[in-house]
């Protein structure tokens, strides 16, 4: 059955809270795949986007099973990398940085924000690009919500 996590990760001092996404499903084929996305809201930052992929059914002889939770924590390692990556120029500005410590759990209310504040446009991206069905469902919803109006008073 496919899955998918989603976690924040603070990527600036101050600002809004970037999004992890982390999917793992077999295909049609029975091969399974991962994919890992890192969203920084902000419109001049590139979306993050990663494909895991194996050629092997299962790992025979092995005390590891190729599943869809070995496909998760490798899909949630490759966003600490792209994590590490991003935020290697900015760690000036972050000061000491633990990665381990950046990435936590995070619930809908979140990606809700980011949607109707127009904050992480990416969403889309990640709508349009993910295989995992039930991710793509679940983001429907939350990307046909309007924007909220902020003005001045």
Do not use: W
């Not at 996404?21 to 969203?39: D, K, R």
């Amino acid at each position: 059955m496919a899955k998918y996590q989603i976690f924040s990760a603070k990527t600036s001092r101050f600002g809004e809270l970037s999004i992890v996404i982390v999917t793992a499903f077999f295909n049609p084929g029975g091969y399974p795949l991962g994919e890992s996305f890192l969203l920084v809201p902000d419109d001049k930052e590139p979306i993050f986007a990663k494909s895991l992929r194996f050629v092997v059914k299962s790992f025979p002889d092995s005390p590891i099973e190729l599943n869809e939770d070995f496909m998760l924590e490798e899909a949630l390692g490759q966003a600490r990398i792209n994590l590490a990556n991003y935020i290697e120029d900015k760690a000036k500005s972050l000061g000491e940085i633990d990665i381990s410590e950046l990435i936590k759990p995070a619930d809908v209310k979140l990606l809700v924000h980011l949607s109707v504040t127009g904050a992480c446009k990416h969403l889309v991206e990640v709508y349009r690009q993910t295989e995992c069905e039930p991710l793509r469902e679940f983001l429907r919803p939350i990307l046909e919500l309007p924007n909220i109006s902020i003005r001045d008073l």
